[in-house]
C-alpha cells in the first residue's frame, strides 16, 4: 500500500476495527464506540500491514533499526498501561533517533516495498481467519509462530514480541484502546494456553512484565521483519494519529459554566472573574490581574508542584515582562529544561508517563499566567512527542539529557537557525532608499532590519505603535541606537504614513493553514492600509509557528488582556476622562491582544523554508511537519 | 470699528494657537465675529452690499490663513458672504419689482431705448431671481432663463451704479433693511449651527435598529447626540467606541455614553479591524466634508473606512451644514492636514539626542509624526446624514451649492486682487 495514502482513506481503520474486534462476542468491547461500517478485514490494506516475518530477511538491508516507540506505539503508552506493550527496545534503535526523519522516510519505503511481498498475503489469511474461527485475538499468534520457529527463549521472547506487534499493526488503525482489549484477551488467553506453548507464554508475561525485561534482539535480522512492520508503523502510523491530533481539540470555551467550574476546581491560582465582559468574547477567560498576582505571589511556597523555574516564567508572563512569542516560547522551554534537569521519576512510575503529566501541570500553571500562545503549543507538542518517543531502555539520565537536548535543538534549529535563514532571505528584499514600515515589535523583522543597516544598506525605518503596549517605542529605541533613521508614530496615523513607505514588515505570532496571520492586534490593520494603498506586505515567520488550525475572525479565538490598562494612559495623566466610571455597568473595556489579518493582504510570507505565498502554508504544514518540525 | 478689530485679532490669536476645539465652535464663533463685524461695518449710502462683501471678506481672509486646517472658518466666512448676496438680490429684486410698477409712471434714469425692453424683462427677471433666492442657480434655471444673465448683472450692481436711486427715500430705508436682514439672516445661521445637533439626531430612529452594533472613533458631539437620541427612543443597541489615539476623545464619548446609559464598550484603535466584522454599522462625526463627499475625519478613520468597506459595513458620516466645505480636495492628507505635537507620542526625555534638530549633523535620527486628520475618499462614505437628511456621497457638490455662491469660493484671490 501507498503510505503516503494511508491518512487519505479515513474509513481504513475503522473497518478493520470492526472485522477485528466485533467477533468476538463474549468481551464486552468498550472500546470503539462508533462503527460506522461492518466489513471484514479482507481489505487490502491490512495485506499491507502484514509484512511476514519471513521476508523480513530479505529485506534487512533497507532497514534501519527503527524508531519503535515511534508515536504509534507512544501514543497508548500515555494513555494506558504501558505493560502492554512488549516492545524489544533496543539500544540501538535508540541511538538513531536523531536521524529519526530519515528512518521514518525510509521505513515508509520499506512498508511500501513489504507491501508487494506475497508473504503478506499468507499472513492476512492467518488474520482474516481469526475472526472467522471465532477464536480470540491470541490464536493468531499461536498459530503464526510456526513459521518462525523461533528456539532460543531470548528469539522468542523476540519473535513474540514482533508478533504482537504484527498483531498490533494488523490493528495499527484500530481504536488503540480496542487493541488493549485485545492484548489483554491475548494475555488471559495465553496464561490459559500455558500448557501448550509455555515458552511463548512465558514470553507473553515477559513482555507484558515490562520494556525492560524484554532484551534487546541478539540479531537484528531476525526481527528485522517486525522491524519493517515497526517501520511500516512509524510510516503509516503517526500520520494516522497525527490526523486526530491534528483536528484541533477543541479549546476550553468559557461560557461553557460547567467546564469552568471544573477548570477551576482544578485551578492552583485563585482567579477572580472580571467584572465587565465583553457580550462577544464570554467564551474567552478574563480575569482581573491584580488579584491574580497578590495571589500568585503568596503562594509561591505553597506551589509544591510547580518547578521554580516554571514559575519564574509563569510570573514573567503575568507581568508582561516576557512577550513575542518567541521570546515566550523559549523562556517557556528552558524553564522546562531546567525542570527536566531536576526532575526524578517516582518509585513505580515511568518516566515518560510521569513527566508528561509534570509538563502538564507545569502547563496549565503557565496557562493560568497567561493563555499559551500557538507557538508555544506547538512547542509542548514537540516536548511531549520526544518525552514520548523516549525509548524505555535509557536510563533516567539519559533519557533526560536527551530531552534536555532535543529542547536545546528545538530552540537552535526551529527559532535562532530558522531566524537566521529569514534574515537572509528577507535582506533580498530590502533595497537602497526603501522605507520600511514594521508595527510593534517583531523580533524576525528586527533583526532583518539590524542586518540590512549592517550590510550597508540605505533605508528608513517606520515604526507604527499601539497603545497599551507600546512595544514599538523599545523597537525605536534600539533601533535608533544602531543608527538607523527613524519615524516613529501610531497606528491610526498609518493611512497618513502609507505614502511614503514601499514595503512593509511584519511579525506573526502564528500562521494558519488559511493562509491567515494572527498576530499582535492592530497587523491586521496595517496590512489592510499597506494593501490599499498597494505596498507589498511581507510577514516573517518561522515555520515552527504555523498552524493547521483556521480562523476567519479575530473573535472565535483570541486573548484578552487586562481590561485595566484601556482606561489609563500610560504617559498622559492628563486624560483620565474614565476614572470615575470603569465601575460602570454599562462600560466594557476590551483589550484583545491578538487579531487575524486575511490572506488577501498579505504578500508573501518569509519563512526558514523560503519566501512563499500565503496559500503555500498549508502545504508547509502538511508536508514538512512531519519530517522537519516534530521529530 | 477698533472694539471690533480687538475682537478679530483676538479671535486670529485662538485660531492659531488652535485654542477652539471643534468645528461646530470655531463655526459658531466665526459666524459671531462676522456678524459684530457687519454690526459694526459703516455702510455707505452707495454699495452697500460691495462695502459688507468687502468688509466680511478681509476679515474672512485673516481668520483663513489663520488656521487654513479648520475648514469651518472659511465655510461661515463663505456662508456669510452668500447670505449678503442673497439678502441684496432678494431687496434689489423688491426694489426692481417696485420699480417696475413705477416705472410705467415715471422715466427711467437708464437709456429709454432699452426702457421698453428693461420693463419687459425685468418681469422675468423678477420670477427668476424671485427664484434665485430660494434655490441658487442650477444649470436648468440659467438655460432657460437666459433673461436672467442680463437682469442680475443690472440688480447686484444697480446700488452702485445708480446714483440717482440712492437718493430715493426707498433706497436709504433699503440700506439699513439689507444691514438689519443680513444680521437676521447670520443669526438664523448661529442658530442653524447651535441645532443642527438636534436635527440630525432627529433622524437617527431611522438609521438604528434594534440590537445594532456601532462602532464609532474618538468623540464628536453629533454622534452622541445620534446616538443618545436613539436610545431615547428605546432602541436598544451597543456601541463599540475605539479610543482614537493620540488624543483618545473616545474615552470621553465612551464616558458620556455611559453616564446616558448606553451599552459602551471601549476598544483600542488597533482592535478595529478585529471587531469589524460584528458591526453594524459605523457612524462616525466629520472635520469637514468637502464638495467631491471625501471627508476631513480625526485621523485613523481612514482605517476604519477601509476596514468597513473590507467587511461591507455601512460607513456612515454625520455632519452638520456648516462642515459642508465647498472646496475640491488636492493631495487632502498633506494639505489639508496638520502635525500635531510628538510629545503625545513620545516621551521627549527619552529620545531627546535623536530628536535634536539643532545638532548639526543634518537630519535627525528620529522623526515622529502625528498627524490630527485623515482624508475619507468618497467611496469609502455610504452616507451622510446632516441636518438636511440623508445624503449620497456624490449628491454632496450640489447640496453644498445651495449654501454657497460660487463668487466666494476663492476667498483670497478675490481679496487680493481687491487690495
Known amino acids: ?631 | 470699528m477698533p472694539d471690533v478689530q480687538a475682537l478679530v485679532n483676538d479671535f486670529l490669536i485662538k485660531l492659531k494657537k488652535r485654542k477652539i476645539e471643534g468645528s461646530q465652535a470655531t463655526a459658531r464663533q466665526t459666524a459671531e465675529l462676522l456678524r459684530s463685524v457687519i454690526s459694526q461695518q459703516r455702510v455707505p449710502y452707495t454699495n452697500q452690499a460691495g462695502a459688507l462683501i468687502d468688509a466680511v471678506r478681509a476679515v474672512g481672509e485673516q481668520l483663513i490663513a489663520a488656521n487654513p486646517v479648520e475648514l469651518a472658518v472659511g465655510n461661515i466666512v463663505r456662508r456669510v458672504l452668500h447670505i449678503i448676496r442673497e439678502e441684496d438680490l432678494s431687496l434689489t429684486t423688491a426694489a426692481i419689482a417696485g420699480l417696475n410698477l413705477s416705472a410705467a409712471s415715471d422715466g427711467d434714469d437708464d437709456d429709454d431705448g432699452e426702457r421698453d425692453e428693461h420693463t419687459v424683462l425685468s418681469a422675468a427677471a423678477v420670477a427668476a431671481s424671485a427664484r434665485n433666492a430660494l434655490r441658487p442657480p442650477s444649470l436648468q434655471t440659467l438655460l432657460e432663463d437666459m433673461p436672467e444673465s442680463v437682469a442680475i448683472p443690472h440688480t447686484s450692481s444697480s446700488g452702485g451704479d445708480s446714483e440717482g436711486k440712492s437718493k430715493s427715500a426707498d433706497k436709504s430705508s433699503r440700506t439699513r433693511r439689507l444691514k438689519h436682514d443680513v444680521i437676521e439672516a447670520v443669526n438664523e445661521l448661529i442658530q442653524d449651527i447651535n441645532t443642527c445637533h438636534e436635527q440630525i439626531a432627529e433622524q437617527a430612529v431611522e438609521h438604528i435598529h434594534q440590537n445594532e452594533v456601532i462602532l464609532t472613533l474618538g468623540s464628536s458631539k453629533t454622534v452622541l447626540e445620534f446616538l443618545y437620541a436613539a436610545k431615547e427612543k428605546k432602541r436598544s443597541f451597543r456601541v463599540f467606541v475605539a479610543e482614537g489615539a493620540p488624543r483618545y476623545q473616545g474615552h470621553l464619548l465612551a464616558k458620556e455614553l455611559v453616564t446616558r446609559g448606553l451599552h459602551t464598550t471601549l476598544i483600542t484603535d488597533s482592535a478595529v479591524f478585529a471587531i469589524i466584522s460584528r458591526v453594524n454599522m459605523v457612524i462616525v462625526g466629520a472635520h469637514a466634508v468637502m464638495a467631491n463627499g471625501g471627508v476631513i475625519v480625526p485621523v485613523g478613520l481612514n482605517m476604519v473606512a477601509l476596514a468597513a468597506q473590507k467587511h461591507a459595513v455601512p460607513f456612515v458620516v454625520l455632519a452638520g451644514s456648516h462642515k459642508l466645505c465647498p472646496l475640491y480636495p488636492h493631495n487632502p492628507e498633506v494639505l489639508l492636514n496638520e502635525l500635531r505635537s510628538p510629545s503625545e507620542l513620545l516621551d521627549f526625555g527619552e529620545f531627546s539626542d535623536c530628536l535634536d534638530f539643532g545638532s548639526g549633523i543634518g537630519s535627525p535620527l528620529l522623526h515622529v509624526v502625528n498627524p490630527a486628520f485623515d482624508y475619507v475618499p468618497p467611496k469609502l462614505v455610504s452616507l451622510f446624514i446632516t441636518d438636511t437628511g440623508g445624503h449620497n456621497p456624490s449628491y454632496m457638490y450640489r447640496l453644498i451649492a445651495d449654501y454657497y455662491s460660487a463668487d466666494d469660493l476663492v476667498v483670497r484671490r478675490r481679496v487680493a486682487l481687491g487690495n
Open chain 1, 1 to 631: 500500500m501507498d503510505p503516503r495514502r494511508a491518512p487519505r482513506t479515513v474509513s481504513d481503520p475503522k473497518v478493520r476495527k470492526v472485522g477485528f474486534f466485533t467477533d468476538p462476542p463474549d468481551r464486552s468491547l468498550p472500546g470503539p464506540p462508533n462503527h460506522p461500517i461492518s466489513s471484514f478485514p479482507t481489505s487490502p490494506p491490512s495485506t499491507v500491514d502484514n509484512s511476514p516475518p519471513s521476508a523480513g530477511n530479505s529485506l534487512s538491508p533497507v532497514m534501519i533499526p527503527p524508531p519503535r516507540h515511534s508515536s504509534s506505539i507512544l501514543s497508548p503508552l500515555r494513555r494506558d498501561p504501558p505493560e502492554f506493550f512488549p516492545l524489544p527496545a533496543s539500544p540501538t534503535a535508540s541511538t538513531t533517533f536523531s536521524d529519526d526523519v530519515a528512518s521514518t522516510m525510509k521505513g515508509r519505503g520499506v512498508a511500501a516495498a513489504s507491501s508487494s511481498l506475497p508473504g503478506g498475503l499468507l499472513f492476512d489469511i492467518a488474520a482474516s481467519s481469526v475472526p472467522a474461527s471465532g477464536l480470540t485475538t491470541v490464536s493468531v499468534v499461536n498459530n503464526l509462530p510456526i513459521e518462525k520457529g523461533g528456539g532460543v527463549a531470548v528469539e522468542m521472547q523476540d519473535d513474540q514480541s514482533s508478533r504482537s506487534k504484527s498483531l498490533k499493526e494488523k490493528t495499527t488503525k484500530a481504536e488503540r484502546r480496542a487493541l488493549q482489549e485485545a492484548q489483554r484477551a491475548a494475555k488471559a488467553t495465553a496464561k490459559a494456553e500455558d500448557g501448550k506453548t509455555p515458552a511463548a507464554a512465558s514470553g507473553a508475561a515477559a513482555s507484558v512484565k515490562s520494556g525492560k525485561s524484554v532484551k534487546p534482539p541478539p540479531s537484528q535480522k531476525n526481527d528485522s521483519a517486525a522491524l519493517a512492520a515497526l517501520e511500516k508503523k512509524a510510516g503509516d502510523r503517526p500520520p494516522e494519529k497525527d490526523r486526530k491530533k491534528e483536528v484541533p481539540q477543541p479549546r476550553m470555551q468559557f461560557d461553557d459554566k460547567s467546564r469552568v467550574e471544573k477548570a477551576k476546581r482544578r485551578a492552583v491560582v485563585k482567579q477572580t472573574e472580571a467584572r465587565n465582559r465583553v457580550e462577544l468574547f464570554r467564551h474567552l477567560p478574563q480575569y482581573e490581574r491584580g488579584t491574580q498576582r497578590t495571589e500568585l505571589q503568596s503562594k509561591f511556597f505553597e506551589l509544591d508542584p510547580v518547578h521554580p523555574a516554571v514559575y519564574k516564567v509563569g510570573l514573567q508572563y503575568l507581568y508582561g515582562d516576557i512577550c513575542g512569542s518567541n521570546a515566550r516560547c523559549i523562556a517557556m522551554l528552558q524553564a522546562f529544561q531546567e525542570a527536566i534537569k531536576d526532575y526524578s521519576t517516582p518509585s513505580e512510575k515511568t518516566l515518560a508517563r510521569d513527566l508528561t503529566a509534570k509538563i502538564g501541570s507545569y502547563l496549565s500553571f503557565l496557562i493560568e499566567c497567561r493563555p499559551l500562545s500557538i507557538s508555544m503549543g506547538n512547542a509542548i507538542r514537540f516536548l511531549k512527542n520526544r518525552i514520548a518517543k523516549l525509548p524505555l531502555t535509557l536510563s533516567e539520565l539519559e533519557a533526560k539529557a536527551t530531552l534536555r537536548s532535543d529542547i536545546d535543538r528545538f530552540i537552535n534549529e526551529k527559532i535562532i537557525l530558522a531566524d537566521k535563514v529569514i534574515v537572509k532571505h528577507a535582506v533580498t528584499k530590502i533595497s537602497d532608499g526603501d522605507v520600511l514600515l514594521t508595527y510593534g515589535s517583531p523580533s524576525a523583522v528586527e533583526m532583518v532590519l539590524l542586518h540590512a543597516h549592517e550590510l550597508g544598506k540605505q533605508f528608513r525605518v517606520v515604526v507604527v505603535d499601539s497603545r497599551p503596549k507600546l512595544e514599538g517605542q523599545l523597537l525605536l529605541h534600539r533601533l535608533v541606537g544602531k543608527g538607523i533613521n527613524c519615524t516613529y508614530t501610531h497606528v491610526n496615523a498609518i493611512s497618513y504614513i502609507m505614502h511614503e513607505v514601499t514595503r512593509v514588515f511584519l511579525g506573526a505570532s502564528s500562521v494558519l493553514s488559511n493562509g491567515t496571520v494572527y498576530s499582535k492586534v492592530g497587523t491586521a490593520c496595517v496590512a489592510m492600509v499597506a494593501h490599499a494603498f498597494r505596498v507589498p506586505v511581507l510577514v516573517c515567520c518561522e515555520a515552527y509557528k504555523f498552524h493547521e488550525r483556521v480562523q476567519l475572525d479575530s473573535l472565535c479565538s483570541n486573548e484578552l488582556g487586562d481590561p485595566d490598562v484601556i482606561s489609563k494612559i500610560h504617559g498622559r495623566e492628563d486624560i483620565n476622562f474614565l476614572d470615575g466610571s470603569t465601575n460602570s455597568e454599562n462600560l466594557q473595556l476590551l483589550n484583545l491582544i491578538y487579531d487575524a489579518t486575511p490572506s488577501d493582504y498579505i504578500s508573501m510570507i518569509i519563512t526558514d523554508y523560503g519566501m512563499v505565498p500565503p496559500t503555500s502554508v498549508p502545504v508547509i504544514v502538511r508536508d514538512y511537519r512531519r519530517e522537519h518540525l516534530w521529530i
